[in-house]
């Protein structure tokens, strides 16, 4: 059991009555559980729950990761010059990544991270996506994921969230 005090640093926390929840896939893979997920979350024993778990990991573990570092050098490197070491490394493997989504979104043609499924992997890689618009090259300057990011901001859900965080444009 993490102190509250020290989980009050790590970001994104959630406090669902007594629990305290920390890790994005944790939070994620909670509310799915705990709402009854089933239009965000495949069908348990559907050939695209695995897929769907794979990204979500991907997501968290390769891309989150590397856009944080983007986004946040000074948590690992002190100097101003170290840190555009940091960043710029990051964001060569962040744009390496995003050409991996790229990939698979023309391999298989569907609307989605999965194809014609729309899940909670979606909304995860729209808001990573949504990290890069200071990139040079941002995910939205892709052929396949920029279309993939106007059909996210095309959903009613979509726009009442940015709506109500007040999240200003550009949201890519």
């Known amino acids: 059991h993490v102190p509250l005090a020290q989980v009050a640093k790590l970001i994104p926390v959630l406090e669902d009555g007594d629990?305290?929840?920390?890790?994005?896939?944790?939070?994620?893979?909670h509310l799915l559980e705990k709402t009854g997920g089933a239009s965000l979350l495949p069908e348990q024993g559907s050939a695209l729950r695995p897929q769907f778990y794979k990204w979500l990991m991907w997501l968290s573990t390769a891309l989150h990761a590397n856009l944080s570092l983007y986004l946040h050098p000074s948590k690992v490197a002190a100097s101003v010059e170290a840190q555009a070491e940091v960043r710029d490394a990051a964001e060569q493997r962040v744009n390496a990544?995003?050409?991996?989504?790229?990939?698979?979104?023309?391999?298989h043609g569907g609307a989605w991270l999965l194809g014609d499924t729309y899940t909670a992997a979606d909304a995860y890689l729209f808001t990573l996506a949504r990290w890069s618009r200071g990139m040079r090259r941002p995910a939205a300057s892709r052929q396949q994921l920029g279309a993939y990011l106007q059909r996210m901001i095309a959903r009613p859900a979509v726009q009442r969230a940015h709506a109500q965080e007040h999240i200003p444009q550009p949201w890519v």
Do not use: G, M, P, W
Not at 19 to 29: F, H, Q, R
């Open 19 to 29: 629990l305290v929840l920390y890790e994005s896939v944790a939070i994620i893979l």
């Open 97 to 107: 990544q995003f050409d991996r989504v790229e990939e698979e979104l023309a391999r």
